[in-house]
């Protein structure tokens, strides 16, 4: 994988750049699709194609439970298992042992849990696992296996956790046997000077790499955040971030977010996203537009001839009315799931979109201002 920064905003931290990989090129800020379970909900691969998707997430831990990694390998790793020829990053399954509080216990070896899918049947997840897992799925920018702290957490609970997840990443970096990306993860809880000595000491790991010196960490992603913690927050952290982690190399905040987090963020310097949002909230009815949130099953809606956003040129807003989306949604249609989630990843890939022409033309607090304004109560 090579990383290149094609330019740095001259009045934001913004930075425009481009992630060269086998199978294609991404460019950044980009926003990646969640396909948790080797699909991205109610959309097939050729749609994701069409409106402009260059990269998707896919999630080690679900993947791992269920058909399980080796069987994925066997039948020619996720890419062929899923029809999708692009760049897929896969999480190392933290985030998912992090929501499973009430049955999972964590050692210095890794992370004990019982599957919520096959009985309560035991399992344990280590860095060493997590890579390997990776690999035969053949993902083309793994994670390091970390411990997501809740929030909130005292400084002592974030030391500690930041000392494991430290040598955890040090497993992981070792247990890599491929040519594929991989990605530190930055933790420290929402404490600025363990976020600062993370980082110091992720990179002396990168740079000290045991094996060979060329395979250190490819780029860093910021972890522990959007877990509960107020936007502010969120945002100010992942600005403190930004600030010492390499420019050579991609800064991805995981898990965010909203339209307006991810015009805030790349103000300050993030270059990758994934979010669940678009289509998890379309499934309900929340609807992401150029003017804001539009929940469809509300009433006004039930007579509109509009359609969902009149700046969109999706296929859905070309076609569909509010009126016959809010019926979908409220009679609980499989069509309304589809419909509803092709538009708002539309909406999330062509802001991003504008988001890199912003910063291409060098005006990217006049787009912000820009955004802000065009935000209204639907």
């Not at 499973?100 to 004990?112: F, M, N, P, V, Y």
């Not at 569909?320 to 979908?328: E, F, V």
Request: hydrophobic share 35%; charged share 25%.
């Amino acid at each position: 994988m090579k990383f290149e920064l094609l330019k740095t905003a001259s009045n934001s931290k913004a930075r425009l750049g481009k992630i060269t990989t086998p199978r294609g090129v991404i460019n950044t800020p980009v926003f990646m699709p969640v396909g948790t379970q080797a699909t991205v909900k109610a959309m097939s691969t050729d749609e994701l194609k069409e409106m402009g998707t260059e990269i998707i997430l896919g999630n080690t831990y679900h993947l791992f439970l269920k058909p399980g990694h080796e069987t994925i390998k066997k039948l020619g790793g996720l890419h062929k298992f899923m029809y999708w020829d692009r760049p897929i990053l896969t999480d190392s399954g933290g985030y998912q042992i992090f929501s499973l509080s009430q049955t999972r216990k964590i050692t210095e070896e890794g992370a004990h849990f019982q599957s919520p899918i096959d009985g309560g049947a035991a399992h344990m997840l280590t860095p060493e696992l997590a890579v390997a897992i990776q690999e035969a799925l053949g993902s083309d920018i793994m994670m390091v296996l970390d411990e997501c702290l809740p929030y909130p957490a005292t400084e002592t609970e974030a030391k500690e956790s930041m000392e494991l997840s430290l040598r955890w990443a040090a497993r992981s970096l070792n247990a890599r046997t491929t040519e594929a990306a991989l990605f530190g993860i930055v933790q420290g809880g929402m404490y600025p000077h363990l976020r600062k000595e993370y980082i110091h000491r992720l990179l002396e790991l990168s740079y000290q790499s045991t094996r060979v010196p060329e395979h250190s960490f490819d780029g860093y992603a910021i972890g522990g955040l959007s877990v509960g913690e107020p936007i502010s927050e969120m945002v100010e952290m992942a600005g403190i971030c930004t600030e010492y982690l390499p420019k050579e190399k991609p800064r991805y905040l995981m898990g965010v977010g909203m339209p307006k987090d991810l015009v805030e963020c790349v103000d300050r310097g993030i270059d990758m996203f994934d979010c669940i949002l678009p289509t998890r909230n379309a499934r309900h009815g929340t609807i992401f537009t150029s003017k804001g949130v539009l929940h469809i099953k509300n009433e006004p809606f039930k007579e509109d001839m509009r359609p969902l956003d009149e700046n969109c040129t999706c296929p859905v807003c070309k076609i569909y009315t509010r009126a016959y989306l809010r019926h979908l949604t409220v009679a609980k249609e499989i069509l309304s799931a589809r419909l509803c989630s092709l538009h708002n990843l539309h909406y999330y890939l062509s802001l991003i979109g504008d988001i890199r022409l912003a910063i291409e033309q060098d005006r990217y607090p006049e787009f912000k201002k820009e955004f802000y304004n065009q935000q209204e109560t639907l």
